[in-house]
Nanobody, 111 residues
Framework: QVQLVESGGGLVQPGGSLRLSCAAS????????MAWYRQAPGKQRELVAD???????DYEDYVKGRFTLSRGMNDRTVELQMNSLKPEDEAEYYC?????WGRGTQVTVSS
């Protein structure tokens, strides 16, 4: 009944920026709480940032000061603004809404 779609990934140079979006559709009324995860080849999926139902955000140390998680233009969309991207940020990014996952969007950081 609920579908999640991540978008906004792409290829950027180190120091560049991307804005990811997680859009929900179906029976869900709104995204109240969610988390962004990422997974690089050969590595475990790791938490990037999350937002509570009251819009309190938390970031892992390696993205603090560079990434910003926020509500989108409507209550079914959440965005992740990524600035000052590093090669270490290269991964498939996923959104998690109450245990539901999208297919992910690829972020590539290369010179």
């Amino acid at each position: 009944q609920v579908q999640l779609v991540e978008s906004g990934g792409g290829l950027v140079q180190p120091g560049g920026s991307l804005r990811l979006s997680c859009a929900a559709s179906g029976s869900i009324f709104s995204i109240r709480a969610m988390a962004w995860y990422r997974q690089a080849p050969g590595k475990q999926r790791e938490l990037v940032a999350d937002i509570t139902s009251t819009s309190i955000t938390d970031y892992e140390d390696y993205v603090k000061g560079r990434f910003t998680l926020s509500r989108g233009m409507n209550d079914r969309t959440v965005e992740l603004q990524m600035n000052s991207l590093k090669p270490e940020d290269e991964a498939e990014y996923y959104c998690d809404v109450v245990g539901l996952w999208g297919r992910g969007t690829q972020v590539t950081v290369s010179s």
